[in-house]
């Protein structure tokens, strides 16, 4: 096969970039063009098309690969407590810390939010963690989950888990919420999946009226666009109440202005307070 073209300012990219936002129903404007010209390439090399036009012909005419390209995408990659170290300071600093603060308040409801939660393993992280807690009885708390993958959604509402996606949980978390399906399977108990909505939505398309304790958008803004960044972190920033948490991905940094708008508490580990 000749070699994969490249050119992201191509017009042949472009009309590509287009006709797939098109196709799959998203707005791919807003995803750096390196990050979709992998994803192609990817696809590219499977069904021997080196051109982007030439792909884009296989693509209308094979409906399939529709799908085969809306998976990868996608980047559904993520497991419970990703990165343990920064959920141990979930679990023993950011929990207590918004607990301690509803014994003050007259609102005894957490609001959270899990953007771009893929197949539920982080929202359901965050409710092991809470209910590790052992939050007082008037204090409840509500988890809002979002992503655009309604296939991820399904999974995350059956919440049955392969081995190596529970690993970093410890071995009372296993005892304690998870049932054994059979030796590859894990199922979650009622407890914490009831902590949990699920809801499909795109982020850039998401209206962010509610104000939150809690929001954990980790490792998908790696995908975005520099400009698409900047914007969604100011509006999530915007959603949080004055000292709420935003926890971010390990490999992602807030840029201004919500970065002016946030103190660290443990920026190595990406986690933020409102001002
Ligand atoms: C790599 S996963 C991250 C999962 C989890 N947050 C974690 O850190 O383990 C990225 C998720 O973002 C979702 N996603 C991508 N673009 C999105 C968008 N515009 N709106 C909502 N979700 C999106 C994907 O479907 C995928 O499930």
Same mark, same amino acid.
């Given at each position: 096969?000749?070699?994969?073209?490249?050119?992201?300012?191509?017009?042949?990219?472009?009309?590509? $970039?287009?006709?797939?936002?098109?196709?799959?129903? %998203?707005? =791919?404007? +807003?995803?750096?063009?390196?990050?979709?010209?992998?994803?192609?390439?990817?696809?590219?090399?499977? %069904?021997?098309?080196?051109?982007?036009? !030439? =792909?884009? &012909?296989?693509? @209308?005419?094979?409906?399939?690969?529709?799908?085969?390209?809306?998976?990868?995408?996608?980047?559904? %990659?993520?497991?419970?407590?990703?990165?343990?170290?920064?959920? !141990?300071?979930?679990?023993?600093? %950011?929990?207590?810390?918004?607990?301690?603060? $509803?014994?003050?308040?007259?609102?005894?409801?957490?609001?959270?939010?899990?953007?771009?939660?893929?197949?539920?393993?982080?929202?359901?992280?965050?409710?092991?963690?809470?209910?590790? &807690?052992?939050?007082?009885?008037?204090?409840?708390?509500?988890?809002?989950?979002?992503?655009?993958?309604?296939?991820?959604?399904?999974?995350?509402?059956?919440?049955?888990?392969?081995?190596?996606?529970?690993?970093?949980?410890?071995?009372? !978390?296993? @005892?304690?919420?998870?049932?054994?399906?059979?030796?590859?399977?894990?199922?979650?108990? !009622?407890?914490?999946?009831?902590?949990? +909505?699920?809801?499909?939505?795109?982020?850039?398309?998401?209206?962010?009226?509610? @104000?939150?304790?809690?929001?954990?958008?980790? &490792?998908?803004?790696?995908?975005?666009?520099?400009?698409? $960044?900047?914007?969604?972190?100011?509006?999530?920033?915007?959603?949080?109440?004055?000292?709420?948490?935003?926890?971010?991905?390990?490999?992602? &940094?807030?840029?201004?202005?919500?970065?002016? @708008?946030?103190?660290?508490?443990?920026?190595?580990?990406?986690?933020?307070?409102? $001002?």
């Amino acid at each position: 096969m000749e070699k994969l073209e490249r050119d992201t300012d191509s017009k042949s990219f472009k009309r590509l $970039k287009n006709e797939v936002s098109r196709m799959i129903g %998203v707005d =791919y404007d +807003n995803y750096s063009r390196s990050h979709l010209r992998r994803r192609f390439h990817a696809r590219m090399r499977v %069904v021997e098309t080196p051109r982007f036009i !030439d =792909y884009l &012909n296989y693509l @209308k005419r094979n409906e399939e690969e529709i799908e085969n390209l809306r998976e990868l995408l996608a980047v559904n %990659v993520t497991k419970f407590k990703r990165d343990k170290k920064v959920w !141990d300071t979930i679990e023993d600093q %950011v929990i207590p810390q918004i607990l301690e603060r $509803k014994k003050e308040s007259i609102l005894k409801k957490i609001e959270a939010w899990s953007a771009g939660c893929s197949t539920g393993e982080e929202p359901y992280s965050l409710a092991i963690s809470y209910l590790n &807690n052992r939050p007082p009885d008037d204090v409840s708390l509500r988890i809002k989950a979002t992503d655009l993958d309604e296939k991820a959604l399904d999974f995350a509402r059956n919440a049955e888990y392969p081995a190596k996606s529970v690993k970093n949980l410890s071995r009372s !978390d296993m @005892k304690i919420y998870l049932e054994k399906e059979d030796d590859e399977r894990w199922g979650l108990k !009622d407890e914490v999946k009831d902590l949990v +909505n699920y809801k499909e939505s795109d982020i850039f398309e998401t209206s962010f009226t509610k @104000k939150f304790d809690l929001i954990l958008c980790r &490792n998908l803004m790696i995908y975005f666009t520099g400009e698409s $960044k900047t914007e969604l972190m100011e509006r999530l920033v915007e959603s949080l109440k004055d000292g709420g948490f935003l926890i971010i991905g390990m490999s992602e &940094n807030l840029r201004s202005p919500a970065k002016e @708008k946030v103190e660290s508490f443990d920026l190595k580990k990406r986690i933020f307070i409102k $001002k």
